[in-house]
């Protein structure tokens, strides 16, 4: 489980993250909407530490990440915004291979990881490609790839769906509801609900560095009105 408890965050006095409490237990998939600037990178930053709060906690697994960075690094996978600066390595298979190889796995299982995720990204088959040649969507999903080879306890997500297509969005989707549904706690940050709404357990939402809803989704839906948050129509009221 990632838990917040009273988070406040600042950067140069501005109050970014204000009293914030929530939490995202395993085999839970929870959608964190806002508005631009509302507070969810910074949110999401603090899951494994590269952020610290100015005051209250994040706990992972029930151990305090200031505790136990290493171990909080090893149980959250994180996909950034801007996956550019993440690559370690020259072709997609060496990138995506780089983390499970530091976990010591033996070559079969990182092979098998290597491919199932680019699979559920859909590059199966591209290992040897040079990740500078790739479009902005295809170096996303190498990013996404990473991080599922990973097979982390919990999947943070920011925006991950930023320039990737129809079919590769419905595939990286179609593989987080598997994780949840295996139970990996996945937490995915995106100012757009259309496509997650309907998949998510939780809505939580942040207005100027509060949570404003935390609800499952049909409740959160009235709540949502007026945050500059896109949320798709009923599906009964779906043509
Ligand atoms: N390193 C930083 N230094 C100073 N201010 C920052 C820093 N990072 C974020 N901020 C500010 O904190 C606020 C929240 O930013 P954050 O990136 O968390 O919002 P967001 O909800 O993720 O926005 P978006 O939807 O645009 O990605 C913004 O006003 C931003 O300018």
Redesign the pocket.
Known sequence: MIEFRSVSHA??D?T?LEDVSLSIDDGEFVVLA??????????LRHCNGLLEPDSGEVLVDDTPVSADLVAARSAVGMVF?HPRDQFVAATIGADVAFGPENLGLERSEIDRRVEASLEAVNMAGREDEHIDALSGGEQSRVAIAGALAMEPTHLVL??PFTGLDDPARRSVLARLESLAAEGTGVLL?T?DLRDVFDLADRVIA?RD?RVVVDEPPDRAREALAGLEVRVPSRRADRP
Do not use: I, P
């Not at 806002?34 to 949110?43: D, E, P, Q, R, V």
């Open positions: 950067f140069d501005v970014v806002g508005a631009n600037g509302s507070g969810k990178t910074t949110l915004q920011d925006e940050a100012h942040m560095g």
